[in-house]
Structures are given as structure tokens and as C-alpha cells.
């Protein structure tokens, strides 16, 4: 197989699966996959524990950028009798976890919230400062995002904060890296760009910049529009690029939550 994964899939998926199935004559194994954000890790393992320690199926879990991930799998003589395997398994995750639910198998989560956007009508605009358009960038992965996304303000420095909106007060009195700020920067940029929700993002990416109230990992996001808006503080783990990542997927994530 090739290294580049877009030859690589391709060549998996049109050459080498086809071949594959044509030779399998006994069992078959499938999976599927359960995306949660919102609660720990340590938090996901306690409430599924009943089911953790099985062989068939199988339930493992698996902390990701965009949250903690649950996969059933299940080995059968066909499909059918597999997918019945997994069927009680997932019944009991999404009565669980229902809440913190925002994708499966390989749904990401700017791809969840974009036909929600788009049925609604609803548009997007963002301000980042730690992220560094590294949330738009996202967003634009998907294609026909221009649907719902309006564009976004990158502000990196306190100037271009307040340049942008926000108010130079607002950040003396609480800190760029604030609820406060955060909500100002997704208000401001919602009104800029005219959108029907903004997003702030705001924080210590690291690795150094921290303080013993702020260290490295701490982020605000803010989502939504007057009393329709969210605001969260994360305490993150990871190197820079990880945190990074991690404050785009769980923004992508709070809006997630205010369109269900």
C-alpha cells in the first residue's frame, strides 16, 4: 500500500476491501463508533463499566482530540448477527451519555453541525486569539461551508481585540484569558460580520505564557448569540498543537450543543 493516505484509502477502498470480503467464508467483525464530549474520561469509564471487560462484543474507550470515544465490536457469522451483538451495547451508551453525544464512527464534529446550519439558515462568524484561525480553517474543511460560514478576525493581541470590538476595560479588569473576554469576542464578531452566531475563543496555548491562575492548557470558549450563548473554561492537556486543536473541536462542539 502506498503512504499517502489519499492514495492509500482509495486503493484500500476500491481494490483491496472489495478482494477481502470475496475471501472471507466464516466470521466477520464490525465496529462502531460513539464520539462524547463533555465529561472525562475517568467519568465515561464508570458509567459504562458493566460493559467494559467483554470479548464479544467488545467495548473499548479512547481519549481524543475531540473528546472521548467509545467503540463496540462485535465478531458474528454475518453482518446481521453482529450488528445485533453491538445494538444493546450502543442502546446503553446513548441512554447514558445521550447529553455528551456529538458524532459517530467517522463523523467530525464540523461536519455534525453543518446540515443543521444549513437547514435552519444560520450563519457563523468567529474570533480567535490561541487558536490562531485554526477554528475557520476548520469549519472550511467541509465543503459548501460558505453556506453558513461568514468568516473570522484572528485577533492575536489585546490591540486587535479591541481593534475588533471588545472592550479595552473588559480585558484590564479580567484578562484577556476570561469568560468576560471570551463572550465580548464572539458578541463583537457576531455583530461585525452580521452572523447569527459568534464564536470566542480565547487562551494559554503554551508552552510557556501560563500563571498559577492560568497555566498553559487554560481556555474560554464562548458560543451563541444574547441569552442563546454558551461559556465554558477548560483546563486542556497536550502539547501547543494539541491544545490548539483540542479549542477548535470542543468550540465546534459547544455550538453542536446549542443547535440540539
Known sequence: MPGPPGEMHAMFEEQVEPRLRE?????????????????????????????????????????????IHLRVAARATDTVAAQSLIQPVE??????????????????????????????????????SCTGGLLASTITDVSGSSAYFKGGIVSYTNDLKEASGVDAALI????????QVAEAMAEAVRI?????????????????????EKPV???????????????????????????RHRSAQAALNLVRGLLS
Open 172 to 179: 484590564r479588569k479580567h484578562g484577556a484569558v476570561s469568560q
Open 192 to 212: 461585525r460580520l452580521r452572523a447569527d452566531f459568534g464564536i470566542g475563543i480565547t487562551g494559554v496555548a503554551g508552552p510557556t505564557g501560563g500563571t498559577p
Open 91 to 128: 442502546d446503553a451508551i446513548v441512554e447514558r451519555l445521550g447529553p455528551y453525544i456529538w458524532g459517530y464512527d467517522e463523523e467530525t464534529p464540523e461536519q455534525a453541525i453543518a446540515p443543521v446550519l444549513k437547514e435552519r439558515g444560520l450563519t457563523l462568524a468567529t474570533m480567535e
Open 217 to 243: 492548557g487554560t481556555v474560554c470558549i464562548a458560543a451563541g448569540a444574547g441569552e442563546a450563548r454558551r461559556v465554558i473554561t477548560l483546563s486542556l492537556p497536550g502539547d501547543r498543537i494539541a491544545i
Open 23 to 67: 475471501l472471507v467464508d466464516s466470521d466477520v467483525t464490525i465496529t462502531r463508533n460513539v464520539k462524547t464530549m463533555g465529561m472525562s474520561e475517568g467519568a465515561v469509564d464508570e458509567v459504562m463499566s458493566e460493559f467494559f471487560g467483554q470479548q464479544n462484543p467488545y467495548l473499548g474507550i479512547y481519549s481524543k482530540a475531540d473528546g
